[in-house]
């Protein structure tokens, strides 16, 4: 009898142990969670803010002069000029004086598609980088974060809702555009560069149709600024200058061309919707 207890503590100790074990193993398989919506969305707004602020602190026009000393050298050149599209989103400016500088030094034949070559490098770590700070909602984490929260009963932030209200806009201008000439209408119309970088990525639009829209959109501006680098007798700071006006409202009508279908066809969904609800 004193034998049999003996052996039954014993195996309900063993069970206890490979029990605790187990548990062990599976808290340390858990993967570990990532951080909330609205803290990726504040980390990004700061590193924007930081952006910003460098930005005006180092003016894009004080740097590209100090280029001009270079133009008699093409291969130094081209590497200064490759390094400040490297740089460009480190302190938000334009890309426009960019291209005016790649004008200056390589002419027209050249300096187009350098420039739009520079477009592309400069732009892909700002899409790069907000599509890995929103995150890949496709694996349901944010589901499960939102339901531990209602759950929890803790409260969201107010910036996390902006943040989803702010999506929700991008999301219904790309479905409705779609995603190739969302894109290329974003980079058409005179807004900043990053900005339309970020909607994209924000949006989900593949990397391959964003650079193809960023091509096509962003051609216009980048050849009015090569050919007035290429006949400036300095470097241009300015960008595309007095052709700016101009450039800026063809540009906009192009997007209202662009646009004008998928208006139309939402304007009269909700007229249909809203005959039919009568």
Not at 35 to 48: E, F, H, I, Q
Not at 169 to 183: K, M, S
Not at 206 to 230: I, K
Request: proline share 6%; hydrophobic share 45%; aromatic share 6%.
């Amino acid at each position: 009898m004193v034998v049999a207890v003996q052996f039954a503590t014993r195996a309900d100790g063993n069970r206890q142990r490979r029990s605790t074990k187990a548990s062990t193993i599976a808290e340390k398989s858990r993967p570990m969670s990532v951080l909330p919506v609205s803290t990726r969305v504040l980390a990004g707004v700061l590193v924007a803010s930081a952006a910003v602020t460098a930005g005006l602190l180092v003016s894009p026009s004080s740097v590209v002069v100090a280029v001009e000393s270079l133009a008699a050298n093409p291969v130094a050149f081209g590497m200064a000029v490759a390094g400040l599209y490297l740089v460009r989103p480190l302190f938000a400016w334009p890309t426009t004086p960019l291209a005016a500088v790649v004008g200056y030094g390589y002419g027209i034949a050249m300096g187009v598609p350098f420039a739009l070559g520079g477009v592309v490098v400069t732009v892909t770590p700002v899409f790069l980088g907000v599509r890995i700070a929103v995150g890949d909602d496709s694996d349901g984490s944010t589901d499960t974060q939102a339901g531990e929260r209602e759950r929890e009963h803790v409260p969201e932030s107010p910036f996390a809702g902006l943040f989803q209200r702010t999506n929700a806009v991008i999301d219904r201008y790309y479905e409705a555009a779609g995603p190739l000439r969302g894109v290329t209408a974003s980079r058409l119309a005179p807004v900043p560069s990053d900005l339309s970088t970020c909607a994209a990525a924000v949006s989900g639009v593949s990397f391959r149709t964003f650079v193809l829209g960023t091509l096509l959109g962003e051609l216009p501006w980048t050849l009015g600024a090569v050919v007035v680098g290429a006949s400036a007798g300095t470097v241009a700071t300015d960008g595309v200058g007095e052709l700016g006006l101009v450039l800026s409202v063809a540009c906009c009508l192009a997007v209202l061309c662009l646009l004008a279908g998928p208006v139309y066809r939402v304007v009269r969904s909700r007229q249909q919707r809203s005959t039919g609800s009568r």
